[in-house]
């Protein structure tokens, strides 16, 4: 049996998570297991303990996730053009793995919202590339042989996929959002099962 894809997102107000299922739903549909984590909020208040397990959703990512899968789906609102803090602080913590070359060679890919069109998406993709490529790892965007990239009035880029958060859809994925998803998922579960043989 192959290992799983990881699918780990961070999402304040569920667009977030609804690509990282749609994400989910490609790669399953390859015939890969998706695992879909979580990182807990960053907290300054150093008194205000948090549950080590979410009350509700997905379990919190641990180090082990990023030994055990095969490929990573990152996925992350925009923070002024840049991934959200606490998944940021998770990535941060990952020295060792770096160190072991944990995630060296295994396909990755990225995906963000916004909440307006010009709100720093392809900066927040990018920007959350720059750590996978520091692990070694092969990025997986999206070819413009999928016909939504043209045809999208929400999101949608080759760097990863996109959604955007306004108007009357708000956190729903427009159709275009979820079969760039899908395909997404798909592309990246093709290419973490030709790595794997």
Not at 96 to 124: D, I, R, Y
Request: glycine share 8%; proline share 6%.
């Amino acid at each position: 049996m192959s290992r799983p894809v990881l699918v780990l997102y961070y999402s304040r107000h569920g667009s977030t998570l609804a690509m990282a299922k749609k994400i989910a739903q490609g790669i399953e549909q390859q015939g890969l297991e998706a695992r879909l984590r979580t990182v807990p909020e960053v907290n300054t208040n150093i008194d205000n303990q948090q549950a080590a397990v979410p009350a509700t959703g997905d379990p919190y990512v641990t180090h082990e996730d990023l030994q055990e899968c095969c490929a990573l789906a990152l996925g992350s609102p925009t923070r002024f053009g840049n991934m959200a803090a606490p998944l940021k602080y998770f990535l941060d913590e990952t020295s060792a793995q770096w160190l072991a070359g944990t995630m060296e060679n295994k396909p990755a890919c990225v995906f963000t919202s916004t909440s307006s069109m010009h709100g720093g998406q392809e900066t927040t993709l990018i920007t959350m590339m720059i750590p996978l490529l520091h692990h070694g790892m092969f990025l997986c965007g999206l070819p413009y042989s999928s016909p939504q990239l043209h045809t999208t009035q929400t999101g949608g880029s080759p760097y990863g996929v996109t959604h955007l958060s306004q108007g009357k859809l708000g956190n729903k994925l427009s159709e275009d959002e979820q079969a760039l998803c899908i395909q997404q998922g798909k592309r990246l579960a093709i290419f973490a099962s030709k790595l794997e043989k």
